[in-house]
């Protein structure tokens, strides 16, 4: 079963607009969100993450919205550029949980193309 | 140096064949993640370890799987008589805390080893 799930395989937007990446979750022991930024031929590279006592985490460009009521986090990028152009990996840790080891469950990835 | 390395970055085996992983991680970090990824999904969580200790291996698909991190910083993640299910990209993390500590620090993810299996 798919714990953390990005149902949108792919999103292009125009350079300078805003971009939106959703993420859902069924695990209700997930109490820390993190995004991760891939390129091609490299590993993930952390972006910005979200501790469950919060709603929203900001850092700069990059906004992290969560709602957990309804399991459901998002990442907004503004204004979007061409370089943020990669695929975005949703992930999820159940960190209070006494037998977690701080393993990170990922969505399947969202290929974000910002056009120029 | 600066990051998590990896090697090979690209692995072709037969199969059949054994084939082993390497994974050097930022010197310090404690804990060790072994990620797969296999085409068009995200990584899945193979094993974990706090220095040495191998303290979850939940994730390994079968006991054709093995990983080692004998002094608690270099790590091999072996796969005997390989299959071609077995074709993913491998990835290696590290963060520096440990299961005492916050969980919450950083996974700083290495290139991966994309392996195929012919």
């Known amino acids: 079963d798919q714990q953390v799930k990005q149902n949108s395989p792919s999103l292009s937007v125009q350079e300078g607009r805003i971009s939106i990446l959703n993420c859902d979750y069924t695990?209700?022991?997930?109490?820390?969100f993190l995004w991760y930024k891939k390129y091609p031929a490299e590993g993930p590279t952390f972006l910005i993450s979200?501790?469950?006592?919060?709603d929203k985490n900001e850092d700069g460009r990059f906004t992290v919205f969560l709602n957990k009521s309804a399991k459901h986090l998002s990442l907004h990028i503004v204004p979007s550029q061409p370089g943020d152009s990669a695929v975005y990996f949703c992930?999820?840790?159940?960190?209070?949980?006494?037998?977690?080891?701080?393993?990170?469950?990922f969505g399947q990835g969202t290929t974000l193309q910002v056009k120029p | 140096g600066a990051g998590v390395s990896q090697s090979p970055r690209y692995k072709v085996a037969k199969r059949g064949q054994d084939v082993a992983l390497r994974c050097d991680p930022i010197?310090?970090?404690?804990?060790l993640f072994w990620y797969q990824q296999a085409l068009g999904q995200g990584p899945e969580f193979l094993t974990y370890?706090?220095?040495?200790?191998?303290?979850?291996k939940s994730g390994l698909p079968s006991d054709r799987f093995f990983a080692e991190r004998p002094e608690g910083s270099v790590s091999t993640l072996k796969i005997q008589r390989t299959q071609q299910e077995d074709s993913a990209v491998y990835l290696c993390?590290?963060?520096?805390?440990?299961?005492?500590?916050?969980?919450?620090?950083?996974?700083?993810f290495g290139p991966g080893t994309r392996l195929t299996v012919l």
């Open positions: 993390a590290s963060s520096l805390s440990s299961l005492a500590n916050t969980l919450y620090n950083e996974q700083f």
């Open positions: 695990n209700s022991m997930f109490d820390y």
């Open positions: 979200i501790s469950s006592i919060k």
């Open positions: 992930a999820a840790s159940a960190g209070q949980s006494s037998s977690n080891t701080g393993k990170l469950i």
């Open positions: 010197s310090g970090h404690v804990s």
């Open positions: 370890f706090q220095n040495e200790a191998q303290l979850d």
